[in-house]
């Protein structure tokens, strides 16, 4: 009996182990096999069969020292049984060899750093998954779904839609890539401006699923903010002419530097106003404003991203919750819901609202927005309608709104806050 329960043991730490690696080396590892098989469909399905063969095999053999490299080669060992199943296999190692020779031709005569070249695996993958040839919609739930690892589930409720909707987007996307054969390559400068607005919601979305995850026990999912201001480091070397890409970097950047002030020694969510400031990242912050005043310095106004930039920059500082500047907070919504309106700026605004002008001027604008679709099914609209309640005294109300938007959501820690939070209104 001691034998069956150290085996279910060694069984469950090596299954969560192909989980973590999954979660963290999933986008590389596609990425990779796209570049080897220059088929981003098949690379996809080749990584989900060599995580099944771990998910089969690790608990019986153990974790491999390099998981990821054991995925990857995995995936490569199904790709060339496959080639040779549909004798392509010499015709793709001639294809293979006729790039390595190009490339080295190529490298001999190239200057050390080529500006136009995406150098990074997983960036290039979000730039061909961002093809014209796709809807915005089907862009972002084919790229999130790759880059990201999210399930549909998580996915429909990050974007606001049924989970079928999600399902069909992505089948979609993947047949309409392949019938248009895109290439795993750079796209040319000018072809790039025209998928920069999808690669930006993208990075955007990814380190928003990281900031607060949409499901699951954590409450964030930090390796997914690191991934995504590592892209937008990247692209933002590679665009440095676009005061949007300098936004969005300071965004995720000025948001990331509170990380450390988030959570407490147990996991245990912190929110804003109870948070220790001194703990915040100072660097992240400096680098937040620099790319701020990027964008600022290109005279074009500033854009979404660098409108809720701004609004992050107010946070970052003020020395305290009390003496943050909320008035100007709420000129930077009523400004960002003119280039982009939807019912989560108007939302957010309400926040904002409530600081600067109490709660029940706040309640009227959430009140307005229950009959939109966007926030039907979420937990942010009950979560921040229970807050103004309770500030207003209203506790059965409170309570109630509170217990819907735990009933929402989908992540653990958040359920906890939200149902601890309609406790206290007894």
Not at 47 to 55: F, G, I, K, M
Not at 59 to 88: M, Y
Not at 251 to 260: D, G, H, N, Q, Y
Not at 382 to 410: K, M, N
Request: aromatic fraction near 4%; proline fraction near 5%.
């Amino acid at each position: 009996m001691a034998h069956d329960g150290t085996a279910r043991r060694a069984e469950d730490s090596a299954r969560r182990a192909v989980v973590a690696i999954w979660r963290i080396e999933s986008a590389r590892i596609v990425a990779t096999l796209t570049r080897y098989t220059r088929d981003f469909t098949l690379a996809e399905d080749l990584a989900q069969e060599a995580l099944a063969d771990a998910l089969a095999q690790w608990p019986a053999q153990g974790v491999p020292r390099n998981g990821a490299a054991w995925l990857t080669q995995v995936a490569k060992r199904k790709a060339i049984d496959g080639w040779r199943r549909q004798e392509r296999f010499a015709e793709h190692v001639a294809a293979v060899g006729a790039d390595l020779e190009r490339a080295q031709d190529e490298a001999a005569d190239a200057v050390p750093w080529d500006p136009d070249e995406i150098d990074d695996d997983v960036l290039r993958l979000v730039f061909t998954a961002c093809h014209p040839v796709l809807s915005q919609q089907a862009r972002v739930a084919l790229t999130l779904r790759v880059i990201a690892g999210l399930e549909t589930t998580e996915l429909a409720r990050l974007l606001l839609v049924p989970v079928a909707t999600v399902q069909q987007r992505i089948v979609r996307a993947k047949q309409a890539l392949a019938e248009a054969q895109v290439p795993f390559e750079t796209p040319p400068r000018a072809e790039r401006r025209q998928r920069l607005s999808a690669v930006l919601g993208v990075i955007y979305l990814i380190f928003t699923e990281g900031h607060a995850a949409t499901a699951g026990a954590d409450w964030m999912r930090p390796e997914l903010s690191v991934e995504a201001i590592r892209l937008g480091r990247r692209l933002a070397a590679l665009q440095p002419d676009e005061p949007e890409v300098h936004g969005l970097l300071a965004l995720i950047e000025l948001t990331a530097a509170r990380f450390p002030a988030r959570i407490d020694a147990d996991g245990e969510p912190v929110l804003l106003p109870d948070q220790d400031r001194r703990r915040w990242d100072r660097g992240a912050i400096r680098r937040g404003r620099a790319a701020l005043a990027r964008a600022e310095g290109f005279g074009r106004g500033l854009g979404p991203y660098a409108l809720q930039a701004a609004i992050a920059e107010c946070h970052a500082t003020a020395s305290d919750f009390a003496s943050t500047d909320w008035p100007r907070i709420v000129a930077a919504y009523d400004a960002l819901e003119q280039l982009a309106p939807n019912p989560v700026v108007r939302l957010n605004r309400a926040v904002a609202v409530a600081e600067a002008e109490g709660p029940a001027a706040a309640l009227a604008i959430v009140d307005a927005l229950a009959g939109e679709k966007a926030l039907a099914l979420g937990h942010l609209l009950p979560s921040v309608r229970g807050e103004l309640l309770a500030r207003l005294g209203r506790d059965e109300e409170s309570r109630e709104a509170f217990a819907l938007a735990a009933e929402r959501t989908e992540n653990a820690r958040e359920r906890a806050v939200l149902l601890a939070r309609a406790a206290a209104r007894r």
